[in-house]
T-cell receptor, first 113, second 113 residues
Framework: DAGVIQSPRHEVTEMGQEVTLRCKPI?????LFWYRQTMMRGLELLIY????????DSGMPEDRFSAKMPNASFSTLKIQPSEPRDSAVYFC???????????FGAGSRLTVL | DQQVKQNSPSLSVQEGRISILNCDYT??????FLWYKKYPAEGPTFLIS?????DKNEDGRFTVFLNKSAKHLSLHIVPSQPGDSAVYFC????????????FGPGTSLSVIP
């Protein structure tokens, strides 16, 4: 298996632009998580899905952030409009049913100028 | 309000000595605890875990200890090696595999040759 695949690996954009980050979980995993890593807060949970359904989005910082999981093999995290304080590394992780261990992707480094 | 705390942002240890990384949690509903290791420009990778029904779990050079009454866990690495230099994240989850996984802010370990 190729693991959790995230794209793009790096994104540089200007303030006010829309950003879309993508994630393909491991086949057969039914839970998907989005995290943001910053120096101040470490790995911060933004939202997670079970069987494509959002379970907890209390970590989504503002209405500018939205996430979707239209099917079991794809999820997006969208920021619109983006701001410089959104600059961070965003990680996607997935987990199979019955397990507690998450497998992470390599991350998407976002820089908003 | 951080539910998982790692109060030491960094730690330096001589090669061959023991590294002890600490983690505290506040939510008594947490039932499963994990440690992840992260190298720069990579996603976190799973290292070792422990269920709340145990107080110790060992895997090679890595041992995790859990003190439920104190809501405290620690990761011991013996002997420490330069390749262990990384950021270590403590994480906690509820009883079911559908629960969210909350991470601490991380501790950066440097093992000095």
């Amino acid at each position: 298996d190729a693991g959790v695949i995230q794209s793009p690996r790096h994104e540089v954009t200007e303030m006010g632009q829309e950003v879309t980050l993508r994630c393909k979980p491991i086949s057969g995993h039914n839970s998907l998580f989005w995290y943001r890593q910053t120096m101040m807060r470490g790995l911060e949970l933004l939202i997670y899905f079970n069987n494509n359904v959002p379970i907890d989005d209390s970590g989504m910082p503002e209405d500018r952030f939205s996430a979707k999981m239209p099917n079991a093999s794809f999820s997006t995290l969208k920021i619109q409009p983006s701001e410089p304080r959104d600059s961070a590394v965003y990680f996607c992780a997935s987990r199979p049913s019955g397990a507690n261990v998450l497998t992470f992707g390599a991350g998407s480094r976002l820089t908003v100028l | 309000d951080q539910q998982v705390k790692q109060n030491s942002p960094s730690l330096s240890v001589q090669e061959g000595r023991i590294s002890i990384l600490n983690c505290d949690y506040t939510n008594s509903m947490f039932d499963y605890f994990l440690w992840y290791k992260k190298y720069p420009a990579e996603g976190p990778t799973f290292l070792i875990s422990i269920s709340s029904i145990k107080d110790k779990n060992e895997d090679g050079r890595f041992t995790v200890f859990l003190n439920k009454s104190a809501k405290h866990l620690s990761l011991h690495i013996v002997p420490s090696q330069p390749g262990d230099s990384a950021v270590y994240f403590c994480a906690a989850s509820g009883k079911t595999s559908y629960d969210k996984v909350i991470f601490g802010p991380g501790t950066s370990l440097s093992v000095i040759p």
